[in-house]
T-cell receptor
Framework: NAGVMQNPRHLVRRRGQEARLRCSPM?????VYWYRQLPEEGLKFMVY????????ESGMPKERFSAEFPKEGPSILRIQQVVRGDSAAYFC???????????FGSGTRLTVV | RKEVEQDPGPFNVPEGATVAFNCTYS??????FFWYRQDCRKEPKLLMS???SGNEDGRFTAQLNRASQYISLLIRDSKLSDSATYLC????????????FGQGTRLTINP
């Protein structure tokens, strides 16, 4: 039973480009959460999704960031027109039921040059 | 007041020692709590869940004090591999279906 799969593990983008981060939850998990961790800082909640629905996006920046969790396929976190301040580790977690059994993926490390 | 507050440390203790650190939380309605550990540049991993007054798992003991709204983590006979950042996470208020992480407490076990 594979865990939460995130890809790519490392992503380098130039300023102004788009970044797409993918997260495949564990089998049977229908709740997906995205977190961002800046260097030397804690995990910051970004968005909580269920299939085809955004449940809580209170942590998402107002511009350039979007997330989806389609009926088929992985959840996608999309960052348009990246800036250097977007450089961080982005972690995805999934759970079968709200917050219980919260399992994290290995993360995607985004570097904007 | 922050949802979660932890002493960021760092705590430096010798191998074999017992170490404890606390976490205070602001939401008195929280029923469940989680301790996660995060190694440098890795994902957080669930260490322990606490649903009542406390929980024990091998060398690790978590104790919950609802009256004072804090939860502690005790590590006995510490190992070098215990070096990590420990994150205290209370369950969110009803309807808030996400976990809010604090900065965590950084622990280094020295040989």
């Amino acid at each position: 039973n594979a865990g939460v799969m995130q890809n790519p593990r490392h992503l380098v983008r130039r300023r102004g480009q788009e970044a797409r981060l993918r997260c495949s939850p564990m089998k049977g998990h229908s709740h997906v959460y995205w977190y961002r961790q800046l260097p030397e800082e804690g995990l910051k909640f970004m968005v909580y999704l269920q299939k085809e629905n955004i449940i809580d996006e209170s942590g998402m920046p107002k511009e350039r960031f979007s997330a989806e969790f389609p009926k088929e396929g992985p959840s996608i976190l999309r960052i348009q027109q990246v800036v250097r301040g977007d450089s961080a580790a982005y972690f995805c977690a999934s759970s079968p039921d709200r917050i219980y059994g919260y399992t994290f993926g290995s993360g995607t490390r985004l570097t904007v040059v | 007041r922050k949802e979660v507050e932890q002493d960021p440390g760092p705590f430096n203790v010798p191998e074999g020692a017992t170490v404890a650190f606390n976490c205070t939380y602001s939401n008195s309605a929280s029923q469940s709590f989680f301790w996660y550990r995060q190694d440098c540049r890795k994902e957080p991993k669930l260490l322990m869940s606490v649903y009542s007054s406390g929980n024990e798992d091998g060398r690790f003991t978590a104790q919950l004090n609802r009256a004072s709204q804090y939860i502690s983590l005790l590590i006995r006979d510490s190992k070098l591999s215990d070096s990590a950042t420990y994150l205290c996470v209370p369950e969110g208020i009803q309807g808030a279906q996400k976990l809010v992480f604090g900065q965590g407490t950084r622990l280094t076990i020295n040989p």
